[in-house]
């Protein structure tokens, strides 16, 4: 890592690298990827009207995400009949799985995390190095390279920089994903967020236990399965944390974003 950025906080107290622009060289970690022979995988979710974005976000991670770089994409849909042949780079693979869609989008958020696990253990361990988790309704926007490959990464939520409230902070001490006051360096998306296949199973295998304890206790958590997330990061610190550039909502814009690499797209209500 680069310290060139003043502007911003660069290293964790824990003394994990926070990834910015200008804190890296991308050539450099390029190289010594390729060595290495990887291959990474992505896992997203398009149930019902998601499926809206599927090929927006096929296209977009296609071009940015790993370019040049092994990458297997694994989605999972409740309609696979409706996705269409996408032109992918020749280093790159699209695997669609079918799933079952919940009753109600909590359902889905809640086994997602058993989904994942259940799949780590099965399939994905054997296929992938790094296994990264992403929503289907962003498009990416700049380049997202091997500067996010580490054992366990986090994206740090846009909320921390525009001073917004954090909406997802669960704080009553009945639920699994509770963080008490004080705890907890920073606030992490769940849309984005990934690291070595063993690390990424015992997270999504933690979270899913705790949600299904926080349902038999009759309780939802108030941010669902990120909560549960930021929860479990703060017993088990991140190695690598990426900056707010990762996953960025386009109407904000200050100064210390650089580049806006993977934003939210408008969500259709119909």
């Not at 060595?35 to 071009?63: P, W």
């Not at 963080?179 to 998306?189: C, I, K, M, N, R």
């Not at 236990?209 to 958590?221: Q, S």
């Not at 806006?260 to 797209?265: A, E, F, G, Y």
Request: proline share 4%; with cysteine; glycine share 6%.
């Amino acid at each position: 890592m680069l310290p060139w950025r003043q502007d911003v906080l660069v290293l964790t107290p824990w003394l994990a690298p926070i990834v910015w622009e200008g804190t890296f060289s991308r050539d450099i970690l390029n190289a010594q990827y390729l060595q290495k022979n990887l291959v990474t995988g992505v896992v997203t979710f398009a149930v019902e009207k998601y499926v809206q974005f599927i090929e927006g976000f096929m296209r977009s991670a296609n071009k940015y995400f790993l370019a040049g770089h092994q990458v297997n994409f694994y989605l999972f849909t409740d309609n696979p009949e409706k996705v269409s042949h996408l032109q992918l780079a020749p280093e790159n693979q699209l695997f669609v799985i079918p799933v079952q869609n919940g009753s109600r989008w909590q359902e889905l958020s809640r086994s997602r995390m058993h989904i994942l696990s259940s799949y780590i253990q099965g399939q994905f361990q054997h296929e992938v190095d790094y296994l990264y988790s992403m929503d289907i309704d962003v498009q990416l926007l700049a380049h997202i390279g091997v500067e996010i490959i580490d054992a366990l990464v986090a994206t740090i939520s846009s909320w921390q920089v525009t001073q917004q409230e954090n909406k997802a902070r669960e704080t009553r001490p009945e639920s699994q994903g509770a963080t008490p006051e004080g705890q907890g360096d920073f606030h992490y998306t769940a849309s984005f967020y990934g690291g070595s296949v063993s690390e990424v199973y015992k997270l999504t295998r933690a979270c899913f236990g705790g949600l299904m304890e926080d349902t038999e206790n009759g309780i939802e958590a108030r941010g669902h399965h990120e909560s549960l997330l930021n929860e479990y990061l703060v017993q088990h610190k991140p190695t690598r944390l990426l900056s707010p550039e990762y996953y960025w909502d386009t109407e904000l814009s200050p100064s210390i974003i650089h580049v806006k690499r993977m934003c939210p797209v408008h969500r259709d209500s119909s």
